[in-house]
């Protein structure tokens, strides 16, 4: 996205601002104000490099209000009126969101987007042909969720993708770091988890998990942590 910073906040509004100068990075100017309606807590560029895909942002609510509903909503950037509109919102996810992360897209022809709720949900986004959609309208897409994990049976406050997309690592209010990856059928499962104080968990009896494949992978946790990004990002 080059030197460019997107911001959300409580009143609703994401901000995008840009960098004219990369030697002078005081200075910041605002390039786009877009409508969430809902209070927001989180927000991820889709790291996408490829032409094909035009640059996206995804934005979380935790507005937990009764008629607040859907918190996920997706915003597409239109090259021909130089402005983000919305191209979905993720109607399935009604609970407060506390992060969100678009993992990063090597060759992919779909989108890959983790959400921190009161659970882990995975999400794959497939544009839909664009003759199958209004011309010069925004990107529509076929919205799937392929993993849902109440393994920390409590809230869920950070996700975040290694640098390849092929492992999501996750924090929850249970005081530990979960690695999940898919394997070759495209089944997500538990890889590994991490205590507060950085020591493994060993075994693999733990409640609410439904694909206890921890044993044989504890000794390359700290591998498959590697290339993961740690902490927020918001760039």
């Not at 918190?71 to 979905?88: C, M």
């Not at 104080?197 to 504890?218: T, Y």
């Not at 591998?223 to 990004?229: A, Y």
Request: charged content about 15%; some cysteine.
């Amino acid at each position: 996205m080059g030197l460019m910073l997107a911001t959300c906040s409580a009143d609703g509004i994401v901000r995008i601002y840009e960098a004219p100068d990369v030697m002078n990075l005081s200075q910041w100017s605002l390039q786009h104000e877009i409508s969430c309606k809902l209070s927001c807590s989180c927000i991820s560029w889709n790291p996408s490099s490829s032409r094909a895909h035009s640059p996206m942002i995804a934005v979380g609510s935790d507005d937990s209000s009764p008629n607040a509903m859907a918190k996920v909503q997706i915003f597409e950037y239109n090259e021909n009126t130089r402005k983000y509109a919305k191209a979905e919102t993720l109607m399935t996810v009604t609970d407060p969101v506390h992060d969100i992360a678009f993992a990063p897209n090597l060759g992919r022809s779909y989108h890959i987007l983790a959400i921190a709720t009161k659970d882990v949900r995975i999400f794959t986004l497939k544009p839909v042909r664009k003759e199958l959609t209004s011309s010069g309208g925004p990107t529509k897409f076929e919205i799937h969720i392929v993993a849902q994990f109440d393994n920390h049976n409590s809230q869920v406050w950070r996700v975040s993708w290694n640098i390849t997309g092929t492992v999501l690592a996750s924090s929850g209010d249970d005081g530990c770091v979960r690695l999940w990856k898919a394997n070759y059928m495209d089944n997500w499962k538990c890889t590994g988890i991490l205590k507060g104080n950085g020591s493994p968990v060993n075994g693999s009896s733990q409640q609410g998990n439904p694909n206890p494949s921890l044993g044989s992978n504890i000794p390359n946790l700290q591998n498959s942590l590697n290339g993961s990004s740690a902490g927020r990002k918001h760039s």
